[in-house]
């Protein structure tokens, strides 16, 4: 075994510079004023957050958030308007607003601050509103600029982004927790004093994947839509989306079926693809991950020993080092391998849209 040694030191505030790839900043920055580049960063930063809360709660389903997902703007061959883009959008649309949010109650702004706009004021019985509240309507504000920005077209694909943006922007509105502190002669907490705080993204990101899972098809009029961009083509596509309510995902395409690769569509299969197969601490889920990444998709399921090396038998030792060995252990992993011939019931299995 191998020894490694560790020195801790001190390390001041970074800047985290992310890779947006297809996901480009740049799309967002040619949207606004000059004066927003001041929020490029946090916008940044909240695509890339958003992106990969995506990766975490598909991990274990037949689409997993590819790379192609990153893409939000309609433009650039990206014109597919499945219940996954629908995903993709309300969480990156999430993302953004969050981060900004937090910056700007954190002071990272010049012109943001805590929102202290009902502080003073009775919230309810035994307690009224002070502290630093989240300034969520600046995350708001900012965000709706910067991402709705991408959309300037007027059909109903720009439209089911816009509502599936707008959507995630109410997410995060919606999971905001109340925080209280007591006050009173010893500790009688006799009043309270209540702000409001961002959740946790992943309460986000659990939320908006059941409304994932609920999203509603809009069916087209495919005949009017045909008039292209009549005024009487947008009434009836402006028509269709006023009757959803704006906290709910809506989708327009049926999904493709993700078993499959498709180099066209940037989907890749879920041959190779990792999957979870007994094992302490698993959700039912993600149990069943194995059938639905292989078996259903006419995969047989592959056992790999695999040999990992971690850090073991650490010591500390002042000041400020500390020594570990390296470990060698054999774990077994599991993946889907080998196309088998499909029955018919499986083919009709797989048939369709498939997430």
């Known amino acids: 075994m191998k020894r490694n040694t560790f020195i801790f030191t001190t390390v001041g505030l970074c800047c985290a510079i992310f890779d947006t790839s297809a996901w480009s900043v740049n799309?967002?920055?040619?949207?606004?004023?000059?004066?927003?580049?001041?929020?490029?960063?946090?916008?940044?930063?909240?695509?890339?957050?958003?992106?990969?809360?995506?990766?975490h709660q598909f991990n274990w389903e037949r689409w997993n958030c590819p790379e192609s997902?990153?893409?939000?703007?309609?433009?650039n061959r990206l014109r597919s308007a499945t219940r996954e883009t629908s995903f993709v959008h309300a969480?990156?649309?999430?993302g953004v607003m969050y981060t900004l949010t937090r910056n700007c109650s954190?002071?990272?702004?010049?012109n943001c601050g805590c929102d202290d706009s009902r502080n003073g004021r009775v919230g309810g019985r035994g307690w009224v509103w002070g502290g630093c509240s989240d300034n969520v309507e600046f995350g708001e504000r900012i965000s709706k600029l910067f991402v709705d920005g991408l959309e300037t077209g007027q059909d109903a694909r720009a439209l089911m982004n816009l509502h599936n943006n707008e959507a995630g922007r109410l997410a995060?509105?919606?999971?905001?927790?109340?925080?209280?502190?007591?006050?009173?002669?010893?500790g009688s907490c006799s009043i309270q004093t209540c702000w409001l705080q961002l959740a946790e993204f992943r309460e986000i990101?659990?939320?908006?994947?059941?409304?994932?899972?609920q999203a509603q098809k809009l069916e087209?009029?495919?005949?009017?839509?045909?008039?292209?961009?009549?005024?009487?083509?947008?009434?009836?596509?402006?028509?269709?989306?006023?009757n959803v309510l704006t906290t709910e995902l809506v989708f327009l395409e049926d999904s493709p079926n993700y078993c499959m690769r498709n180099a066209s569509l940037g989907l890749h299969g879920t041959e190779g693809r990792e999957c979870l197969q007994g094992g302490k601490n698993l959700s039912q889920w993600e149990r069943r991950s194995c059938r639905r990444l292989c078996t259903e998709c006419g995969l047989r399921i592959e056992e790999r020993k695999i040999e990992v090396v971690t850090n073991c038998h650490c010591k500390f030792r002042w000041c400020c080092v500390v020594n570990c060995l390296d470990c060698?252990?054999?774990?077994?992993?599991?993946?889907?391998?080998?196309?088998?011939?499909?029955?018919?019931k499986t083919r009709r299995r797989n048939r369709g849209p498939k997430r």
């Open 205 to 213: 990101g659990n939320y908006l994947k059941i409304k994932y899972d």
């Open 91 to 94: 969480i990156s649309s999430a």
């Open 328 to 344: 060698k252990q054999t774990v077994t992993k599991y993946y889907c391998s080998g196309r088998r011939a499909m029955s018919n």
């Open 106 to 110: 954190m002071g990272d702004f010049d």
């Open 69 to 75: 997902a990153l893409q939000l703007s309609t433009h």
């Open 220 to 242: 087209m009029d495919k005949r009017r839509m045909r008039a292209g961009n009549s005024a009487d083509s947008r009434r009836t596509t402006v028509e269709t989306f006023s």
């Open 172 to 186: 995060v509105k919606e999971m905001m927790k109340r925080t209280c502190k007591c006050h009173g002669v010893s």
């Open 27 to 55: 799309n967002f920055l040619m949207t606004g004023p000059k004066a927003y580049l001041t929020y490029s960063t946090s916008v940044s930063v909240g695509a890339h957050s958003g992106i990969e809360e995506c990766k």
